[in-house]
């Protein structure tokens, strides 16, 4: 029997098929996050806005890292329906994920403006740099909505095994995005130049034009008619429980990942605004280059899932290494090229030889962990695809009051370099990769139900 559009095969062509444009649609947005980098280094106006950028750029990305667990958890539990061939199923849980999406959007806009400038006054010792990372969230939290709705329609594609279509909507919001960031930041014409909040200005208006060429997308291809996506509009409790059961253990993972990054960067910023400068670039180096990381993460996440929900439990180890092999090949051509040309990548940022040689070291420790999220992050994704998301998440907590400690005792006790602080990075994966891999091998994830 032939199987049915919506299940997954196991081969290396079915895993680029949708491992290539999901790196594509993560990379484009990182690439926009390099660029408005390197305008706001080449900002004479604003010497201090690539250093701020660090600490708000973490910032945002605790709540997008929220939606991003959301997303998994979705994307788990569409493509076990997908596997199961149950396409009414599949809308049923993306109507009920939008829902969450955008009430968690409303809290993290109302947490900016209330607790965020009272937190951020206790830790950041520079009143510049504090009024400064204020002013630019209270704008940049507005684009929460339109990135969570539009992180859903990236679920729904990977999940219905459909991901060459994510590509659209990551070009439109790449495209106006650069534009505006140049224009907003510099001004032209009659516009004024806004400087560091043009560019908070420029993500939001790009934000909202990615989910609506992706939503066109997706009517125009006739999903939302297959998949009944917006019938069941009433609130469905039984659907919201079972989407927050495998998603909400992966929104804590992602948000104390992310948390822990930001208060790595808090401790940055006593070590002075080089520090912070040289540390937002590497925080950009593992968001470009590790994008390809995360996409074969996220196939392994969704074709994992499929096959179980096909019944093919026998064949998961299979996949993965299939998938390995594709993933750590690619991290270590990635990894070469950096350590080849360290000082041409860092010297895009415009900000002379003192910031390359001080960078460097730091770019040789940066990408080397690069190599361990390569294997890490699929090993982690596969305990996730399996529903066994309270699992991943004692592993993220372990993991994270390790990165935690390690931190603390270097960059604030001891004050060490920040080319010892970014070797987190290697504690950080290594305690991800180690249990992940234990736990698969107990074989407890088989037969588990969501």
């Not at 030889?353 to 070291?361: K, L, R, T, W, Y």
Request: hydrophobic share 50%.
């Amino acid at each position: 029997m032939n199987p049915s559009p919506l299940q997954v095969e196991i081969n290396k062509k079915s895993i680029l098929k949708m491992a290539l444009p999901i790196s594509l649609a993560i990379f484009i947005p990182q690439l926009n996050f390099v660029i408005n980098n390197i305008y706001l280094g080449h900002f004479d106006q604003d010497p201090a806005a690539l250093a701020v950028a660090g600490i708000t750029g973490v910032y945002y990305l605790i709540f997008a890292a929220i939606g991003y667990g959301l997303n998994n958890g979705l994307q788990t539990l569409i493509a076990r329906r997908a596997g199961e061939n149950k396409p009414q199923e599949v809308g049923r849980l993306f109507s009920q994920g939008v829902y969450i999406g955008l009430l968690l959007s409303l809290i993290g806009i109302i947490l900016t403006y209330t607790i965020t400038p009272t937190l951020f006054s206790y830790i950041i010792k520079d009143q510049i740099t504090l009024q400064k990372a204020i002013q630019f969230l209270q704008i940049r939290i507005w684009g929460l909505p339109f990135l969570y709705v539009y992180q859903l329609r990236n679920a729904l594609l990977v999940g219905i095994n459909q991901s060459r279509y994510l590509v659209a909507g990551t070009l439109a919001e790449t495209v106006s995005n650069i534009l505006l960031d140049y224009v907003l930041i510099f001004g032209f014409g009659l516009i004024p130049a806004l400087g560091f909040n043009g560019a908070a200005i420029a993500s939001i208006i790009s934000e909202f034009i990615g989910l609506f060429v992706i939503y066109v997308v997706i009517n125009k291809k006739g999903f939302t008619k297959e998949f009944s996506l917006f019938s069941a509009i009433k609130w469905d409790w039984p659907v919201q429980r079972s989407i927050l059961s495998v998603s909400s253990p992966l929104m804590f993972q992602h948000a104390i990942s992310i948390i822990s990054w930001q208060y790595f960067f808090l401790l940055i910023e006593h070590h002075g605004a080089m520090a912070l400068k040289i540390s937002n670039v590497m925080r950009n180096i593992f968001g470009i280059f590790g994008c390809f990381c995360w996409a074969f993460a996220s196939t392994a996440n969704s074709m994992v899932s499929n096959i179980i929900g096909q019944g093919r439990q026998n064949e998961v180890i299979h996949l993965i290494k299939k998938i390995l092999s594709i993933s750590l090949t690619l991290a270590l051509f990635i990894v070469g090229i950096l350590n080849l040309f360290p000082g041409s990548f860092l010297s895009l940022f415009g900000q002379g030889d003192s910031f390359v040689n001080e960078g460097i070291p730091v770019l040789r420790v940066v990408s080397t962990a690069l190599l361990l999220s390569s294997i890490a992050t699929i090993f982690l994704s596969t305990v996730t695809a399996s529903g066994n998301t309270r699992i991943t998440f004692m592993i993220e907590v372990g993991a994270i009051v390790t990165y935690c400690t390690y931190i603390y005792i270097v960059l604030e006790y001891y004050h060490f370099s920040i080319t010892i602080g970014w070797m987190s990075e290697w504690i950080y994966w290594l305690c991800l990769l180690i249990p992940s891999f234990l736990y698969l091998r107990t074989n407890k994830w088989r037969n588990k139900a969501i």
